[in-house]
């Protein structure tokens, strides 16, 4: 069973705000996230390894493409 993590603690192993978690699962641009219940969200530890991986940038340029390409993929 993966280890599943509550957004308190997915933020800090991001060093992100809990806030900038919720806000991430409202315009979908965060880590992937399971829905337990209404009111309980869960990170799986793997998912949030695969946003920080997927997430690095080597320049600024670099930076642009990936918001270009996940703007793109929003609008469909």
Do not use: C
């Not at 993590?5 to 978690?21: G, H, I, N």
């Not at 219940?37 to 695969?50: F, G």
Request: hydrophobic share 35%; aromatic share 8%; net charge positive.
């Amino acid at each position: 069973m993966p280890a599943l993590l509550t957004t308190k603690e997915a933020a800090r192993l991001l060093r992100v705000d809990p806030q900038t978690m919720f806000r991430w699962r409202k315009d979908g641009t965060g880590p992937a996230y399971i829905r337990v219940a209404q009111t309980i969200i869960r990170y799986r530890e793997i998912d949030l390894i695969w946003f920080i991986d997927n997430n690095r940038h080597r320049s600024l340029a670099d930076e642009s493409s990936k918001v270009t390409k996940r703007k793109s993929k929003l609008s469909k």
